[in-house]
């Protein structure tokens, strides 16, 4: 290899010779006599050009590179220093004692060439340290105000870069980075004369970086101060600003971001501004400004409208750079607030075609979210045309749009039904086919009246699907939705078909399928699925057989009811098992290393279970809410972007909540003294008590017992100085009355505890059973103070008994929504309308803490804890009144359906809310506990 | 938040027509761990030599075929431009603004086509390297843009030293003279 490489160096520059000899024809050359400037200058390129693609030296062979390299200051010329910098720049962070050319280069600075001097400066900041840094502060002065942009610039910059190390030293020069801020800089007359002459397409006077840089500088060196930073921004803004650079103006803007953001009375004052640059001339300037103002919830709708259309001009700039960043930035806003995008949906459908995927991509992810009832039709219509002609990780963003636009209108899904059916038709990947099939599911499971003719697609796709994972998926399905439906028979001949023809996997699962069908109460079709089954039992896979066997022996004992029952329960289980909880204690059951541990089996009991209805709650909140929490759709390489991305993310939300729930009980269960409570039938999220900069920080959990309501308080103790003893909450309310408290025994300096108090619940007069009670706690924490050494964490005094004490902390409520739980019905009008009207309650509020629609809306959803169905759970733009549907389950089973419409009025927000439940008390609580 | 630091650029990158390396720069800031100021706490998404090959391969095969000028990729935002036989990116973070990236990287390639007489191809570029790697040093310091006019960046590359025997000799003498008074200098400042 070296002697090849050896032969090639002379043939030519393009072919890189090997490591080590470009290292000894270094260190040959430079310290040669006399040094050979235009040698050295190529042979420096090919290190730079090593170090570039990768390439290191060890710290010795890198340090005699250096010394080497710095022999070369004796060298005049001008050409050859200038990349003498670019070298010392690159083996600055692998060579040892690069302080030793700190003085060649100060020279340089001092006396050098024009056309090297910036370059000096620049490296100057790569060989300084802090306790160096002082030396050069007459310096740098000197060169910040210098009239030459570039060498103000590099010193602007190198300043920056020091900054941090020597932000002591480097504020000294605050005055002079000022002056260059205002400052207009020309280049010399001398800059394009050299050598490119007749290459230059123009000689610009001046490009004002150097605004920029000392823009930059000097906000680091003030950011902490708000006033000189309100100032600055005022001084530099407006048609007065002596800014022209446009990243100086971007960086303006910028700061006003963190103004407004830190202090949203500022937002006002500070519009104008940004208004004015929305119509600069240079695109970033526009495109940052409208961003800033969109980010904002605090701009009001007119100003946001403002900002939108000024994306929606800049959709038709000829650079397709600028496109991009407006229609990423529109998409964004999409997400949240489609109904602000609207008045883009011209544009945005002549972008659909864009030769730029991604613009094309964000264009109709957009349009989908925009898009209206009345819409969807057409828009589906347009996408229909041209998904034969593009690849299939576009279409899995589009079928994943599609799919959250089915679930946002549920009444549309007829013709997106005949556009996922058509598109499952065509030719496509595995994952194109899965996004496909997953959609289907959903509507299936949202959807109830697309069910049928759902199922009739997914069974005529099984009859040709290449991918066995599907049609197990599929087959699974289709046993689990099949009886339901009016015809049953119907789907028996498809996956009876599966069996006569697919490999063992899918034969496997269609055995499974059809013996779900013979659960159904007709006998016959009973009897018949009884035949299509032992037809199975001679099958030459063992699996088929085995489960064929099974179903078969359990459809024969199934005579009496209550066998019937275990036999519903084998085949087709009602309750499913949280499989991220699963996962974490299997984990922890095979990782544990105490060998004592595997002596008892794998305790499944210990894995919560969801109903249907629970499961299909958690799943549709974390698919509508997918769009909200998207950070960025197409980023990915592997594009399964946007969509699936997001919805990782939220399930990751869902599954930490279940997680955090599982902690608890498994917490709890530890303790002796709660264990005999039973179950946890609800877990409230976690409430802060405290501000968080406090002594003691304390949070709590309400955990609901059958017959107790146990407050989990979690405090942290962050005094540096002060161990806690005998910690403990006292906690007194009206209903409640505490049973006992499990105090903290010791609670070290900077350490966390938790403590538990337990309550009982009241019963109810009427039905004698615990009530669902609302009531205010109020709390205090007792505890026992004591000094001790922060480092050590020892008493000082062994003897010292320290002193009681008492804080005061926040009141707890205990509301209706503590004994709810958040449930799923696909169709909420006809379960509202199953409710006993008998039980109906009604009641007006007026919502005085909340100034905004969304607010409300979202406070009662948190009240309550219920889910919103229906896509009710967002306010539609610049409304004045909302409906809002919820659904939820109490603690004892009983089904609550809540409809409240929201009104803006004179006085306020007023919430009607019409609520029905199993029981008419219930009913009159919830409403109760929404004021 | 938007970034409010001057550090924007996360890569600059020259690949060659299979995805190679011609050229390869991800920023660091010089001394990024010396003070608590967030601005300053910048973290390179691709820190080993691994992940940044792991990156540029899948950039290349994302972007080289394609006429296209931007793409979100591995959650940076990426501007690049195919010239011949090569291609030229810039790699920014998801919040940066895109078109100031674009602005640089159209100043970069102005400046490439000048410096290089106009003939910017994988061949030219390895043999006039220097002229290369000093017209992004002038455009891009660490991170931080220093300058997106392509001609004023090409003004600030200086040409190859030409004529150097009869300079040589010459410069040698003046550069030991020039030794010889500096270390006087040195030995005064330090009063002996």
């Known amino acids: 290899m070296s002697t090849l490489t050896y032969k090639k160096f002379d043939e030519g520059e393009g072919v890189l010779p090997d490591k080590m000899t470009i290292y000894q024809d270094c260190i040959s050359a430079f310290n040669a006599s006399p040094v050979n400037a235009k040698k050295c200058r190529i042979l420096l390129a090919k290190l730079v050009r090593l170090l570039s693609i990768g390439e290191t030296f060890p710290a010795n062979e890198a340090t005699n590179l250096f010394f080497s390299i710095s022999k070369l200051f004796q060298h005049k010329s001008v050409e050859l220093r200038q990349i003498v910098y670019l070298a010392i720049k690159k083996l600055c962070h692998i060579s040892n004692d690069v302080l030793m050319v700190t003085s060649s280069i100060m020279k340089d600075i001092q006396n050098g060439d024009i056309i090297y001097k910036p370059n000096a400066i620049r490296t100057l900041a790569r060989v300084l340290d802090s306790s160096t840094v002082h030396a050069t502060e007459r310096l740098f002065k000197n060169c910040i105000v210098d009239k030459n942009p570039n060498v103000s610039s590099a010193a602007l910059v190198s300043s920056y870069h020091l900054s941090p190390e020597s932000k002591d030293v480097v504020k000294r020069w605050a005055n002079e980075t000022q002056e260059a801020v205002y400052a207009q800089k020309y280049f010399p007359d001398t800059q394009f004369q050299n050598v490119h002459q007749e290459f230059y397409s123009r000689f610009p006077s001046s490009t004002q970086f150097s605004q920029y840089h000392a823009l930059g500088l000097l906000y680091v060196l003030r950011n902490h101060d708000k006033m000189a930073l309100v100032k600055m921004v005022n001084q530099l803004s407006g048609s007065s600003s002596p800014l022209t650079n446009p990243l100086a103006i971007i960086q303006v803007i910028r700061y006003i971001s963190k103004l407004i953001e830190e202090d949203p009375s500022l937002a006002d004052h500070l519009y104008p501004y940004l208004l004015t640059w929305t119509t600069n001339k240079s695109e970033m300037v526009c495109l940052e400004s409208a961003k800033i103002i969109l980010n904002y919830k605090k701009f009001s709708p007119e100003q946001h409208t403002e900002a939108i259309s000024v994306l929606r001009d800049l959709l038709n700039a000829p650079r397709v750079v600028t496109i991009f960043a407006a229609v990423r930035m529109l998409n964004k806003i999409a997400m949240t607030n489609p109904e602000k995008v609207v008045v883009c949906n011209y544009e945005l459908e002549s972008l659909i075609n864009h030769s730029n995927r991604s613009i094309a991509t964000y264009a109709i992810t957009t349009l989908l979210k925009t898009g209206s009832a009345d819409t969807v039709d057409r828009l589906i219509k347009t996408i229909s045309t041209f998904m034969n002609d593009i690849s299939d990780e576009f279409k899995v963003v589009v079928i994943d749009a599609i799919r959250n636009l089915t679930l946002k209108f549920p009444e549309k899904y007829k013709p997106m039904l005949v556009f996922l059916s058509d598109v499952l038709r065509d030719e496509g990947g595995f994952k194109f086919k899965n996004t496909v099939v997953e959609s289907l599911f959903d509507m299936i499971h949202y959807i109830p009246e697309s069910r049928d003719s759902a199922l009739e697609n997914l069974c005529e796709f099984i009859e040709d699907c290449e991918y066995p994972e599907l049609t197990v998926r599929i087959l699974h399905l289709l046993g689990d939705e099949g009886p339901k439906t009016k015809n049953p028979t119907l789907y028996i001949r498809h996956i009876y078909n599966r069996i006569a023809l697919e490999n063992s996997i899918v034969r496997a699962s269609a055995v499974v399928a059809l013996s779900k069908f013979a659960l159904t109460e007709d006998l016959s079709l009973k009897k018949s699925i009884e035949v299509l089954l032992q037809r199975s039992l001679t099958d030459s896979d063992d699996e088929v057989r085995d489960r064929a066997a099974v179903s078969l022996k359990l459809l024969s004992s199934s005579t009496d009811k209550t066998s019937s029952v275990i036999l519903v329960d084998f085949i087709k289980p009602t309750k499913k098992y949280s499989l991220p909880i699963l996962e974490q204690k299997l984990t922890q059951y095979i990782s544990s290393s105490d060998k004592a541990s595997y002596e008892n089996p794998f305790d499944i009991s210990s894995v919560p279970q969801y109903t249907e209805e629970e499961w299909k709650a958690q799943e549709y909140k974390a698919k509508t809410t997918v769009q909200a929490s998207e950070e960025e759709p197409l980023s990915d390489h592997k594009g399964r972007s946007g969509l699936a991305g997001g919805a990782t993310e939220t399930h990751n939300e869902t599954q930490q909540a279940e997680l955090l729930q599982q902690q608890y009980i498994d917490e709890i269960s530890q303790i002796t003294e709660l264990s005999e409570y039973g179950p946890i039938l609800h877990s409230s999220s976690v409430v802060e008590l405290t501000e968080r900069e406090t002594e003691f920080v304390v949070s709590v959990v309400k955990h609901i017992f059958k017959e107790h309501l146990v407050l989990q308080f979690n405090i942290e103790n962050t005094l540096t100085d002060s161990e806690l003893m005998m910690v403990s909450v006292i906690s007194e309310g009206e209903v409640y009355q505490e049973e006992f408290i499990l105090p903290v025994e010791k609670l070290a300096p900077r350490s966390k505890g938790t403590l538990y108090v337990s309550f009982a619940r009241p019963e109810d007069e009427e039905t004698g059973a615990p009530g669902l009670f609302s009531d205010t706690l109020s709390n205090t924490l007792s505890f026992t103070s004591r000094e001790v050494d922060p480092t050590t964490l020892l008493p000082f005094d062994e003897e010292d008994e320290g002193y009681q004490d008492e804080y005061q902390i926040e009141e707890l409520e205990v509301t209706i929504g503590d004994f709810i739980v958040p449930s799923f019905t696909a169709d909420f009008d006809k379960t509202f309308a199953e409710l006993p009207s008998e039980n109906e309650e009604v009641a007006v509020f007026n919502l005085s803490s909340s100034s905004e629609l969304q607010e409300a809306v979202n406070s009662v959803i948190n009240v309550l804890s219920m889910s919103a169905l229906g896509n009710t759970e967002t306010v539609g733009f610049s409304a004045n009144n909302h409906k809002l549907k919820v659904y939820g389950k109490s603690i004892n089973g009983e089904r609550i359906a809540g409809l409240i419409n929201f009104v803006i009025s004179k006085n306020g927000i007023v919430a009607k809310a019409t609520v029905r439940s199993d029981n008419k008390a219930l009913s009159e609580t919830v409403v109760n506990g929404i004021a | ?192």
């Not at chain 2, 501007?79 to 990116?89: G, H, L, Q, T």
Request: glycine share 4%; net charge negative; with cysteine.
């Open chain 2, 1 to 192: 938040m938007s970034n409010l630091s001057l550090y924007t650029i996360t890569a600059a990158l020259i690949l060659d027509s299979e995805g190679k390396r011609i050229y390869a720069n991800y920023y660091t800031p010089i001394h990024p761990n010396a003070s608590n100021d967030q601005t300053f706490q910048i973290q390179t998404p691709f820190p080993t030599l691994k992940t940044q090959e792991t990156f540029e391969a899948g950039l290349f095969s994302k972007t080289f075929k394609s006429k296209s000028s931007i793409v979100l990729y591995e959650d940076q935002i990426v501007v690049y431009k195919v010239i011949s036989d090569v291609a030229v990116y810039i790699v920014g973070s998801l919040k940066e603004n895109e078109a100031m990236l674009y602005q640089v990287l159209s100043g970069l390639c102005e400046a490439l086509e000048i410096v290089l007489k106009d003939a910017v191809d994988k061949k030219s570029i390895q043999e006039n390297y220097d002229f290369v790697a000093l017209a992004i040093d002038e455009t891009i310091d660490d991170g931080i843009i220093l300058e997106t006019d392509g001609n004023a960046i090409a003004s600030r590359v200086s040409k190859r030293p030409s004529s150097e025997n009869t300079l040589n000799i010459e410069l040698n003498e003046r550069g030991l003279f020039n030794a010889f008074q500096f270390a006087k200098k040195k030995v005064k400042g330090f009063n002996f």
